[in-house]
């Protein structure tokens, strides 16, 4: 996800410099590699080089890099992509500018969702600097920090949903005699341009529904077999069940 977000905001312009630290030589010979950014395994000189830091870290792990760099980040600007990390606990830690950041992992493809929600002490010209750096790598939306669980649940975990999704779509193009390759292309395709119509155009979901489905034709038949397999409160109930499992992690 770091190397994702350093690739959108590079080749958007939003940093006159960037500075990445890791603990793997290895990962750190590749994004120099890949991106041609400075790089270094001290953390601290991250902190001395940098006014916006980003926490690209695994919760299990984020004491010890807080205890690292607590004291160290006075009025910087804190961006924590660290799951369940809520702001209280950053900003107990640390005396900066706190930004907590659900993204998910299509920021590796520049199509990020992510919601984020900002500490006490962040100002609206922080907040603005936020949403530029993050829809560089997508869309990311403003929220109250009790609405990230949701957006855990909806998008977070979401692409896994939706690949599921479509494994059923590819599988029952192959059941009709395509072959894997063919089917795949095809609903991915499909899955890409309905996103797209949807966005770019403005209509609701509805709206499309009912355009595709054409009085007695094939998406009514289809649709009969979705419709009756109450398929749609199955979904609520996954991004239910995601977001309940993210509030537990929280606490």
Not at 41 to 58: A, G, R, T
Not at 136 to 145: D, I, N, Q
């Amino acid at each position: 996800m770091a190397f994702a977000l350093v690739k959108a905001i590079k080749s958007a312009g939003l940093a006159s410099s960037i500075i990445a630290s890791d603990i793997s030589d290895e990962r750190l010979d590749f994004i120099k590699e890949q991106t041609r950014i400075k790089t270094t395994k001290d953390n601290k000189e991250v902190l001395d080089n940098s006014d916006i830091i980003f926490l690209c870290v695994k919760p299990q792990v984020i004491d010890q890099v807080l205890d690292e760099i607590q004291g160290r980040v006075k009025n910087k600007l804190i961006i924590s992509i660290a799951a369940g990390v809520k702001l209280k606990k950053l900003e107990s830690k640390l005396n900066a500018k706190s930004v907590r950041v659900m993204p998910n992992t299509p920021c590796l493809v520049g199509e990020m969702a992510a919601g984020f929600a900002v500490g006490k002490k962040v100002k609206e010209d922080d907040i603005a600097l936020v949403e530029e750096l993050l829809n560089s790598a997508g869309k990311a939306f403003l929220l109250k920090e009790k609405m990230l669980d949701a957006v855990t649940g909806l998008s977070g975990s979401g692409p896994a949903f939706i690949a599921y999704l479509l494994e059923g779509l590819i599988e029952g193009g192959v059941k009709q005699g395509l072959s894997r390759d063919v089917a795949s292309e095809l609903a991915l395709q499909t899955a890409l341009g309905t996103a797209k119509l949807l966005l770019e155009s403005g209509m609701s979901t509805n709206e499309l529904i009912n355009m595709v489905s054409s009085p007695g034709g094939t998406t009514v038949a289809g649709r009969k077999v979705l419709e009756n397999s109450n398929i749609k409160e199955i979904l609520k109930k996954t991004v239910e069940a995601a977001a309940k499992r993210s509030r537990e992690l929280g606490k």
